[in-house]
C-alpha cells in the first residue's frame, strides 16, 4: 500500500515552523523522518520520488522543496516515512537547515558519482548532522547513508565507489551506489536499509498506541506474577520488531 501527500512548495526562510511540533503519530506502524541532503542536482527530488511513485521523472524546479508521505511494508510491518527533500541551494550554514535536521531520524547525504564537488560537500552536511544532532563517528547513533546517485553515468565517473565506501566508513554513514534513473529497487533498497539501521539504533519512537500495549503487558504480567517466581521464565520480550505496533 502506498500514497503519497507532497506539500506545498515553500521558500528556504519560509518553512521553519513547518519542522516544530512532536504530533507525528496516529494509526498503526512505525514513522520514520528522513531528511535528504546534498548540492543541487544530485537528484535528491528523483530519488525521492522514485521511492515513492515508483517513476523516474526527468526534470523538477530546482528551488522546490517538499515533504513527501508514503507508506509502505518492510519485512511485513507497515512504516510511515515522511521524507523531507531539501533544496540544494540551501547555505549548509544556515539555521533553517539546522532545524530541518532536528525534524529527521535518520538522513540521506547524497551525492552525484559524477561530480566531485557534490562529492567534497559530504563531510560539511555530516559535521552539521553531528553538531545538531549530537552524534559523530565515534558514537555514530544517527542514522546517516552517504548515497552516490547517477550510478548509470559510469562513462563520465569522478567519484570512485571506494573513495565512497571510504568516507562513509570514516564518518561512521552507511554507504550505497543508485541510479535513481535506472533502478526503483536500488532507491528502495536505500530507504530500507537506512530504516532497519533506524529501528536498530532504536532511533525511531514508538506510536503512544504501542506503548500503551507495552504498558497494558507489563501491568498484566505483573498482576498476574504473584508468588510464582517461575513465571518469571516466561517474561514477554518488548522488542519493538516483535510487537504489532
Ligand atoms: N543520469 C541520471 N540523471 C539523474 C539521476 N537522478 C537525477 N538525475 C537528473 O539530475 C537532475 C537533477 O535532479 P534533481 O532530482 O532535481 O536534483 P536535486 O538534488 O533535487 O536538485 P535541487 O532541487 O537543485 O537540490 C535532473 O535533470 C534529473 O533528471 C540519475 O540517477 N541518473
Redesign the pocket.
Known amino acids: 500500500m502506498t500514497s503519497l501527500v507532497r506539500h506545498k512548495s515553500m521558500k528556504k526562510s519560509g518553512g521553519a515552523s513547518r519542522y516544530g511540533g512532536q504530533a507525528r503519530y496516529g494509526g498503526s506502524g512505525t514513522h520514520i523522518r528522513v531528511v535528504v541532503l546534498?548540492q543541487?542536482?544530485?537528484?535528491?527530488?528523483?530519488m525521492t520520488v522514485r521511492f515513492v511513485t515508483r517513476r523516474f521523472i526527468?526534470?523538477?524546479d530546482?528551488t522546490?522543496e517538499a515533504i513527501y508521505k508514503h507508506n509502505t511494508y518492510i519485512d511485513n510491518e507497515q512504516v510511515h516515512f515522511e521524507i523531507l527533500?531539501t533544496?540544494?541551494?540551501e547555505d549548509p550554514q544556515s539555521p533553517n537547515l539546522e532545524e530541518k535536521i532536528r525534524w529527521g531520524d535518520a538522513f540521506i547525504i547524497?551525492y552525484c558519482i559524477n561530480d566531485q564537488c557534490s562529492f567534497d560537500e559530504i563531510m560539511r552536511f555530516k559535521f552539521l548532522i553531528n553538531h545538531t544532532k549530537g552524534s559523530s563517528a565515534q558514537a555514530p547513533e544517527v542514522p546517516v547513508m552517504v548515497v552516490g546517485?547517477?550510478r548509470?553515468?559510469e562513462l563520465d565517473r569522478m567519484v570512485k565507489s571506494s573513495e565512497g565506501e571510504k568516507i562513509a566508513n570514516a564518518l561512521g554513514c552507511m554507504f550505497l551506489e543508485v541510479?535513481?534513473?535506472?533502478s526503483h529497487e536500488e532507491v528502495r533498497t536505500m530507504f530500507e536499509k537506512l530504516y532497519k539501521r533506524c529501528k536498530a539504533c532504536t532511533a525511531l519512537k514508538l506510536s503512544p498506541t504501542a506503548i500503551r500495549k507495552v504498558m497494558d503487558k507489563v501491568s498484566n504480567f505483573s498482576s498476574g506474577l504473584g508468588n510464582h517466581s517461575r513465571q518469571l521464565n516466561r517474561l514477554p520480550s518488548f522488542a519493538t520488531d516483535s510487537m504489532e505496533i
Open positions: 546534498g543541487g542536482g544530485v537528484g535528491k527530488t528523483a526527468c526534470d523538477y530546482p522546490l527533500d533544496a540544494g541551494q547524497a546517485n547517477k548509470d553515468l541510479s535513481a534513473k535506472e
